[in-house]
């Protein structure tokens, strides 16, 4: 149909120009804006809030299942059971980075453990 402003003016439509509603007039991340019609027949811009980034492993970085993806603010509001799960570590590490330490902890004890029966069967031989 119209192309742009000067299509819809030269048509004899008038266009509604839209300005943002805050102090910021930038087109940054933070100043995301969406055009509804309200039920007055108005346009108008109403602000879209910044997507929750998922919550993610502190080593590999891969995200973490069973939470919920929040906004730093609103996580301050959230009960203990929303922002954990009921594990060591958990809601900060991965299952498999805590896995790994475990069993690594494991085998450093079983080590120590062979090294002084070696060291009790030199002395008696």
Not at 16 to 26: E, I, N, S
Not at 51 to 63: M, N, Q
Not at 77 to 96: C, E, F, M, P, Q
């Amino acid at each position: 149909f119209f192309h742009g402003l000067q299509g819809a003016q030269q048509a004899g439509i008038m266009v509604q120009r839209l300005t943002y509603r805050r102090r910021h007039c930038y087109a940054t991340r933070s100043n995301k804006v969406q055009k509804v019609k309200t039920p007055g027949g108005r346009l108008i811009f109403q602000y879209k809030p910044k997507r929750a980034s998922p919550p993610k492993c502190g080593i590999t970085g891969v995200r973490l299942q069973g939470i919920s993806s929040y906004r730093p603010n609103k996580l301050k509001d959230l009960s203990k059971t929303k922002k954990t799960v009921n594990r060591i570590y958990g809601g900060h590490l991965s299952h498999a980075v805590v896995k790994e330490r475990i069993v690594r902890a494991f085998l450093i004890e079983e080590q120590k453990i062979v090294k002084k029966v070696l060291k009790l069967q030199q002395r008696g031989a």
